[in-house]
Structure formats: C-alpha cells, structure tokens
C-alpha cells in the first residue's frame, strides 16, 4: 500500500472517527499537536543548512542569476494570485448586514515593521522565537558571505552530513503521517464549531473553490505550459506533501518533504548538474519568505468584509489594495488584516469573521501555499538552466481552458449564492430575539406617567425601607438599547434589566421596572419624591446632572461615535474632514455634554436637537438623517435594525461617557452600597459576561453540545 494511499485512509478514518465522538475527539489533540511538533522539530536546522550548503556551493555570479530569474518567476506567480483574489468577489451576491459593537472599533493599529521581521539585531533571539524571514535572511547572508571565503569545503562538507542526518530523521518522521493525519482530523472534525462557520458560508465556499480550482490546475497547469514536467508529474510526487500541509495547516513543516521531491524531478529529467542540483534547496526556503498565492488570495477577505459590511472596496482602489497586501502580508496574516481593514475603513470586527473562517481557508491555503512552493521551485529551476519553452499552442490552450474554467466556477458560485443566500438581513429579529443570560427574564414593567404624585421620602435606611417593602423599584427609559429595552413578545430585557434583577436578588427582594416618559427634571424628581429608588437604564454622568443627583460609580464607559450613512463613513472617519463639512446639518440627542464634545471638536456642524430616542429611530428608518451623534454601544445595535448606517469613531482620540446609577442625594449609604456591589460584579465576572452579551453580541445562554453520531443517533451520552 502506497504513502498517499495511507494517509488517506488516515484522513477520512480521521474524520468519521471525530464525527462519531463529536466534542469527545477533544482526546486526539494530544497526539495531534505532538505529531506537528515533531515535523517542525527538524524543518528549521534544515532550512538553516540547506541555504548554507547551497549558496556556499555557488558562484556570485550563479547566485545573482538566481535572484534575478527566481524573482521574475516569483513576481508573475503574485501577479497571478492577485488576479485570481479580485475575480473572488464576482461570485457575492447582494446583501445588506450590520453587526453589535466590537471593541476593535476602538483600538490603535500597531505599524508594520518590515525591518525588525527581516533583519536580526539578535540571529539567537530570532532562532529562539521562530522568527523565520529574520532566520532565512541571515542565513542567506551567511551563504553568500561564504562564496568568497577560502578553505571553505571543509565546512561546507560538515553541515552537509548534518543535513543529511536531519533528512533521514524527517522521513522517520514522515513516515508517521498516516497515524498523525487521523488525529488532526479527528479532532478538528469533532470540535469544529459548524454554527460560526455557517455565517459565513459565502466566503468559506468561495474561497475554497477557488483556492482548489488555483492549487490544482491553475499553477501546475502553468508549469506543464511552460517546463518540461507533465501535470502529473507537478503533483503526483508532492502529493504526500500536499496532503500533510492541508491537514495540518502548515506549510512549514513540509518544506523538507517538498525541497526532495522537486530534486527528484529537477534529476529525472536531468536538468541540473553539479553546480545547479541544490537549486531546490535555497528557493524552497527562501521563497517561504515572501507572500505566497495561499497568502496573497486572503486579501480576498478584505474584499469579503467590505461586501459583508456594506463598506464594499472599490474597484479604483484594487491597484492600492494589492500593493499594500503585498508588503503587509509578508508578516503575520492576523497582525496584516486589521490594518487592511481600517485603512480602507472597513468596520475592524470583522476581523473575528477572518478567524472564524480560519478553521477551513487555512487548510486550503496551505495546499495552496505548497503548490505555489513547488511552482516557483520549478519554474524557477527551469528559468536558471534554460529550459522554459514558450509554445504559443501550448499556453494558448492552457489560457483558454483556463478562462472557461474560472467563468464557470464564479459564475456558477454566483448564481447558487443569489438563489440560496441573499435577501433580506435579519438584524431586527437578531436583536429583538436576545434573551437574558443570567435571570429568568421576568421582568415587570409598570406604566407612569406621571411621577409626581407619591412625595413621601423614605424615613431612615433606603436598604431597610426596600427591604421591608420587599420590592425594588428601578426608574427605566424602556427604548434604550442595548440596556432596556422590549422584544417582541413584550418582554423587558436588556444589559441594565439584568443588572437590577441580580441586585434584587442580592438584597433578597423582588424587583419593579417604572417606565419614566422623559430625562430632564423628571428623574431628580422621581428619585427625590421616592418613586423610584434609582435608574437603571443606560444613563450618562454629566457634570449638570451631578449637581442634581447622587451617582454610583461608573460600571461601564461609552464611546462618543456618529451613526452615519454607509456613504459617508468615510467622510466622518476623522476630525478633519468633519470640520471641513461646514455647516452639515448633524441630529444629536438633547444631552449638553454630547452638544458640548461636538462642539468643541468640529464647531461649524449644524446640530439638530432630538428629545428622544423614538425621535431618533424615527429618522433613521426613514434614512431622514445622514449622521446621527450616539455612543458607539448603542450606535451598533441600532445598525442591526436600519442596516443602511454605519457607526463610525473619529479619529485621533476618542471621548469616553461614564455610565452609572442615580439615586437620590440624601441615600449616600445606598450610594454607597451600590459601589461595593458594582465592584463584586467586576470582579466575579458577571459585568463582563453581560456586557458580552448584550453588547458584544455574543451567543447568550449555554452553547449546545457539538453533534456526533454517538451522542445524536445512538444516544450513548446526554
């Protein structure tokens, strides 16, 4: 029985295995994690000693041709990969979405440091931490150095004994690959989380037919064109190789694997001699170095999320958005994807959709990024010695079929998604369908209008006097999301909800929500006259109000945002070209210390004062204003419900709003109280879920177990 044979069964035995145990296959990560361990033990010594070895061997004049017709070869295959990633949003359909908040609105991009991920200050350092390009680079540099140096054949024989020695202990290693494929796949078939993925089923199918339709006849498809390998022959010898890296998700590991399968080949058809058969063994690991087509067609995912966003990327900024990917994805996908989104103003939480869709495009990038590998190591190696042949019949038909190919594909993708996915976006029913996380969710809203009528002060304690009526009374505003606000089946919920009925259960107590009509004077009055015994609802501190009422301490900040239309996001991305919108007419609530922000930082804006929130959503589902000022929190739900707005925080700097709980001047022991509390709900944890949930978005509840055969068809464990 063949290697592929085997480690194909090893695969799809994997994967039956983790569907039978589901969550239970938890158990192989183990031997999964231990087996990728041992590949990437060796790959690294043995990428340093094959640059050594290889470049050492040469001539300066060999190893500048090198660079030359290797980098030619390079730079097509990325011309190629780019070209391929702008046809992957022909295949989206339309859609219109938004999404809850996410702190990523709020953080400082780190700026790419191309120099300290090539050049090492420290090559010990760079070893240690796996630092590669740094590694590669000295090494090259090493290489080179060791061209002009006399007696250097000694050395030169040493590190190739040693490499060899490394290669007889990576085939051991290799040869554990069926054993080390079905853990991997055992585990990631009965953990994978399908729920998430299906969110973002568009991309994911996307993505992965178009990375199979480059990985297997796109590149070898080009080779045959234009080398003297047959396609079989680019993919049958690696195809071990190919398996194990899209297992696995790991280039690296299978560098050494694929360095001797392209010197076999480069051998059986004797195109290298003496001087030039290490040619696999310096563009192999050199080439990791640079963006490969896995990497480059990931900037389809910034294309992705400006479609998923309703911010889509236009195709006048494709030259600057390939540029850019370019040189940011020669460092780390995770650390070069935020910066893609916020410089093309793409709302940054999208980027947790890049790591959900990680779990399968990683895989199938890898398979990719190994056949890119191969690719550039033969072209590359048939450049060197002369041996490409431009036969106009041949790359005309390789063109051809694969034009016809690629239509087909997005065409067909495309018609499948507008059948199947587009239509109308969800987000109302996303945000009215939320439920509590913590309480039983019933909550008793009580209808006053008029909170004048009760003036009777509490006599002594506010704690004896709740205590004894046995109810806490909370003043609401009930069209505050994310903190109050009703469902459609006519239940109080939200984040504050929450919080009031925790402190009731605390003090032992039930709990009464009263739904106050207006801001103003009304709350002082009802927290003086005692109809209330604080408001619980989403609300600011401001220096007025202070003056007036009794504050807890702040349990949450907010973040001073505009809400606008999908077209101007742009335009209100800084305060520079806010101010220079004039007198643009702005709707803000009447609140003075949201007033006085605006107006201190962009002066000429035209506001429009809006009493109250109903006001507000009024305008926004008749797209009457084109910028709304609201926190960031609340701006990001209310985007759930008219997906025709953004919420966009300006730049530089961003203005925080406390929120806290009212009570009323002469309860200071209440006051008092409620700041301990406040404190052991940040520390226990539960401030955090809650804000998770309600303003994060985050799935409420407890997540269900994954299915498996054994749990779903047989029933042999709850």
Not at 71 to 77: E, F, I, K, Q
Not at 627 to 646: F, M, T
Request: charged residues 15%; hydrophobic residues 50%; contains cysteine.
């Amino acid at each position: 029985m063949s290697s592929s044979t085997k480690i194909l069964i090893g695969l799809l035995s994997g994967v039956l295995v983790g569907l039978f145990l589901g969550e239970h296959a938890a158990i192989f990560n183990v031997a999964a994690d231990g087996f990728v361990k041992l590949l990437q033990m060796t790959v690294l010594p043995y990428i340093m000693l094959s640059i050594v070895t290889s470049l050492g061997s040469l001539s300066f004049a060999e190893v500048r041709t090198l660079g030359l017709r290797g980098g030619a070869v390079l730079v097509g295959l990325w011309c190629l990969a780019l070209l391929f990633t702008f046809l992957i949003p022909l295949a989206f359909p339309v859609l219109e979405t938004a999404s809850f908040f996410s702190t990523t609105l709020l953080e400082q991009r780190r700026p790419f440091n191309f120099v300290e991920l090539f050049i090492p200050s420290n090559p010990f350092y760079a070893l240690s931490n796996n630092i590669v390009p740094a590694v590669v680079f000295f090494f090259i540099f090493f290489g080179v150095a060791m061209i002009g140096v006399e007696r250097k054949q000694l050395a030169l024989d040493i590190f190739n004994i040693a490499k060899e020695a490394l290669s007889k202990a990576t085939k051991f290693v290799v040869s554990l690959t069926p054993y080390g494929v079905f853990a991997i796949a055992a585990n990631t078939a009965g953990t994978l989380n399908v729920d998430q993925i299906a969110r973002i089923q568009v991309y994911l199918i996307t993505y992965t037919i178009v990375a199979l339709l480059v990985a297997l006849w796109v590149l070898p498809g080009l080779v045959s064109a234009l080398t003297p390998f047959s396609y079989k022959e680019v993919l049958g010898p690696t195809r071990d190789a190919l398996i194990t890296a899209f297992v696995a998700a790991d280039l690296f590991i299978v560098l050494p694997i694929l360095i001797q399968a392209c010197n076999e080949l480069l051998e059986r058809h004797r195109l290298v001699d003496d001087r030039t058969r290490a040619l696999p063994d310096v563009i192999v690991p050199t080439s990791f170095n640079f963006p490969h087509t896995g990497k480059l067609l990931s900037i389809s995912f910034i294309l992705f999320a400006g479609w998923f966003a309703d911010a889509a990327v236009p195709v006048s900024d494709y030259p600057r958005l390939a540029l850019t990917g370019l040189l940011t994805f020669f460092g780390s996908l995770n650390a070069a994807v935020p910066f893609l989104l916020d410089l093309f103003h793409i709302p940054a939480d999208t980027f947790q959709l890049f790591l959900a869709t990680g779990v399968i495009n990683s895989r199938f990038g890898s398979l990719l990024a190994a056949v890119h590998t191969v690719s550039v190591t033969l072209l590359g190696s048939a450049a060197i010695v002369g041996s490409l042949h431009f036969s106009m019949a041949r790359i005309a038909r390789y063109l051809c079929f694969t034009a016809v190919l690629t239509a087909l594909m997005i065409g067909g993708l495309r018609l499948v998604f507008n059948h199947t996915v587009a239509g109308s976006f969800a987000g109302q029913e996303l945000v009215y369908s939320m439920r509590p996380l913590m309480t039983s969710g019933d909550a008793r809203l009580i209808q006053q209008t008029d909170l004048d009528n009760n003036t009777a002060a509490p006599a002594g304690s506010l704690i004896d006097t709740i205590t004894k009526r046995g109810i806490l009374r909370v003043g609401v505003f009930a069209d505050r999301l994310p903190f109050v606000f009703t469902t459609r089946d006519g239940h109080l919920v939200g984040f504050d909800v929450e919080m009031a009925q925790l402190l009731a259960r605390d003090l032992g107590v039930k709990v009464e929500f009263i739904q106050m009509q207006e801001v103003g004077a009304r709350v002082p009055r009802a927290l003086a006259t005692a109809q209330v015994d604080l408001v619980m609802t989403g609300f600011p501190v401001t220096a007025p109000r202070a003056s007036q009422i009794l504050f807890s301490e702040p349990y949450l900040d907010e973040t001073l945002a505009f809400v606008v239309k999908d077209e101007l996001r742009q335009t209100f991305s800084n305060w520079a070209a806010i101010r220079e919108l004039g007198d643009f007419s702005v709707a803000i609530p009447e609140l003075p210390y949201f007033i006085g922000a605006i107006k201190a930082r962009a002066p000429g804006l035209k506001l429009s004062v809006l009493n109250s929130m109903k006001q507000i959503e009024a305008g926004l589902a008749k797209g009457s204003y084109d910028a709304v000022v609201l926190p960031a929190e609340r701006g990001s739900v209310l985007s759930l419900l008219y997906p025709k707005y953004a919420v966009v925080v300006p730049e530089p700097g961003t203005v925080r709003i406390p929120l806290a709980y009212p009570v009323a001047r002469r309860d200071k022991d209440f006051a008092a109280f409620l700041n301990t509390w406040i404190e052991l709900k940040r520390r226990d944890g539960t401030i955090d879920a809650l804000y998770g949930h309600w303003i994060l978005g985050k799935q409420a509840g407890k997540r269900q177990p994954r299915w498996s055969i054994m749990r779903n068809v047989l029933h042999w464990v709850d």
